[in-house]
């Protein structure tokens, strides 16, 4: 079945240092939405990407869309503590088909 | 909006106790997702409704669970019997399309002892 994969599993970076997560799909994708769930939260949606080669950027994030709708990556540039949380990616095969969520990536972020 | 509200906030129960879990979704979505979220297996679709009417069901794990939604403002996700294993945080989660992204709860957090 349908595969969502994400790397790295854990990170810790030095605040002001960049992060970026990874996100791959067995799958050719319609969509992919990026998540954060805080310690202790609950996921909070973030963006959808949905345009083959589509980059979206929010302030020091910017989110992209592969070429071939298989993959994904978010990069956070000059993290802060207030980026501390796992972020999961969830794909769509299909619009008909239900989004199936990433493992998700920890940030760690070390004053 | 207060968004999607989840109750109760904290469960504990003992084992083969009935477990209901509720869940108000944002007016206006129509769709509402229940989610399940543990170390090992991750976040889990168990079952979404679109209008009410629950479309896929196959991620509930066993004939124990069953979800209902009798209108559009509620819906509740119970366990009987419970077991330990069912131990995790419960999450449901609205969308106005299946298309956007979901606004989720705050979550149930139950533990089966």
């Known amino acids: 079945g349908q595969q969502v994969m994400q790397i790295p599993q854990y990170q810790h970076v030095q605040e002001g240092e960049d992060f970026t997560t990874y996100c791959n799909s067995s799958t050719t994708l319609s969509n992919i939405q990026w998540y954060k769930q805080r310690p202790g939260g609950h996921p909070v949606f973030l963006i959808q990407l949905v345009k083959s080669g589509e980059v979206k950027k929010q302030k020091r994030l910017t989110f992209q869309f592969g070429e071939a709708k298989k993959n994904s990556s978010l990069h956070i540039t000059a993290t802060q503590t207030t980026d501390v949380g796992t972020y999961f990616c969830?794909?769509?095969?299909?619009?008909?088909?239900?989004?199936?969520f990433g493992p998700g990536t920890s940030l760690s972020v070390i004053p | 909006d207060a968004g999607v509200i989840q109750s109760p906030r904290h469960e504990v129960t003992e084992m083969g106790q009935e477990v209901t879990l509720r869940c108000k979704p944002i007016?206006?979505?129509?769709?509402l997702f229940w989610y399940r979220q543990t170390m090992m297996r991750g976040l889990e679709l168990l079952i979404y409704?679109?209008?009410?009417?629950?479309?896929?069901d196959s991620g509930m794990p066993e004939d124990r669970f069953s979800a209902k939604m009798p209108n559009a403002s509620f819906s509740t996700l119970k366990i009987q019997p419970s077991e330990p294993r069912d131990s995790a945080v419960y999450f449901c989660?609205?969308?106005?399309?299946?298309?956007?992204?979901?606004?989720f709860g705050s979550g149930t957090r139950l533990t089966v002892v």
């Open positions: 969830a794909g769509m095969k299909t619009s008909y088909d239900k989004v199936i």
């Open positions: 409704f679109n209008n009410n009417v629950p479309i896929d």
């Open positions: 989660a609205s969308s106005p399309s299946r298309n956007y992204g979901y606004t």
């Open positions: 007016s206006g979505h129509d769709y």
